[in-house]
């Protein structure tokens, strides 16, 4: 389990959570 506690973790699940995001919406892009 991840220590949520933890900045520099919070930090990266944050910036995973924006390029999946990003990647989502590039896909719902493409496919219009």
């Keep these: ?3 949520l506690h933890d900045p ?3 930090d990266v ?3 995973a ?5 990003r ?3 590039g896909g ?3 496919r219009l």
């Design 13 to 15: 699940l944050k910036r």
């Design 1 to 3: 389990m991840a220590d």
């Design 23 to 25: 990647s989502a919406e």
């Design 8 to 10: 520099e973790q919070l």
């Design 28 to 30: 719902q892009q493409q």
């Design 17 to 21: 959570g924006e390029i999946v995001c």
